[in-house]
T-cell receptor
Framework: AQSVTQLDSQVPVFEEAPVELRCNYSSSVSVYLFWYVQYPNQGLQLLLKYLSGSTLVKGINGFEAEFNKSQTSFHLRKPSVHISDTAEYFCAVSDLVTTDSWGKLQFGAGTQVVVTP | DTEVTQTPKHLVMGMTNKKSLKCEQHMGHRAMYWYKQKAKKPPELMFVYSYEKLSINESVPSRFSPECPNSSLLNLHLHALQPEDSALYLC????????????????FGSGTRLTVV
């Protein structure tokens, strides 16, 4: 079984400042890792994903994330945020090995990013 | 077409009513999912359909009844719900459940906000 921990429930940040959202996971098997964003009253949109290969992953809207296997982390960063980045961000993992679990996404609790001028 | 369309967007129903939520995608995805999301919480998986067959039921009460009539359509039939079932119901799809398909990530719909009175 996997678990996902998002270490910050809320992150206030000023416009044009950098932001980092922390995500740690635990799993005994290989996993896919994802970051999703949810704007108010909307569904979830995929920001980026890590499957294999380069540990630095670039996504949409200027976001990037770094996979660190030794620390079992997948932190999300953006060098300069905009007001429009105010949203809930979810880290998620999916088991690649256990066929009964294929397709399941295990989400972290979410991090609310609030960008102010 | 790269969208998952959910209808209705909002639904208010009494505890004795029967209603249905509808989800449609035309991306050729062969895995479709229902998630439930309570306020300020991450989505929780309810059902997974793979090639129109129910693959995963996360011990969901029988008052929720999923149906996948064809590869593009997913329904969730609701009957005798309780007020605690009020939530945002999200539909999602992926190319398939497995290693290759899930690597492209899910596409989520905007959800149906359900209120049970």
């Amino acid at each position: 079984a996997q678990s996902v921990t998002q270490l910050d429930s809320q992150v206030p940040v000023f416009e044009e400042a950098p932001v980092e959202l922390r995500c740690n996971y635990s799993s005994s098997v290989s996993v896919y890792l994802f970051w999703y964003v949810q704007y108010p009253n909307q569904g979830l949109q995929l920001l980026l994903k890590y499957l294999s290969g380069s540990t630095l992953v670039k996504g949409i809207n200027g976001f990037e994330a770094e996979f660190n296997k030794s620390q079992t982390s997948f932190h999300l960063r953006k060098p300069s945020v905009h007001i429009s980045d105010t949203a809930e961000y979810f880290c998620a993992v999916s088991d690649l090995v256990t066929t009964d679990s294929w397709g399941k996404l295990q989400f972290g609790a979410g991090t609310q990013v609030v960008v102010t001028p | 077409d790269t969208e998952v369309t959910q209808t209705p967007k909002h639904l208010v129903m009494g505890m004795t009513n029967k209603k249905s939520l509808k989800c449609e995608q035309h991306m050729g995805h062969r895995a479709m999912y229902w998630y439930k999301q309570k306020a300020k919480k991450p989505p929780e998986l309810m059902f997974v359909y793979s090639y129109e067959k129910l693959s995963i039921n996360e011990s969901v009460p029988s008052r929720f009844s999923p149906e996948c009539p064809n590869s593009s359509l997913l329904n969730l039939h609701l009957h005798a719900l309780q007020p605690e079932d009020s939530a945002l119901y999200l539909c999602a799809s992926s190319q398939d459940r497995g290693f290759g398909g899930l690597g492209y990530g899910y596409t989520f719909g905007s959800g149906t906000r359900l209120t049970v009175v």
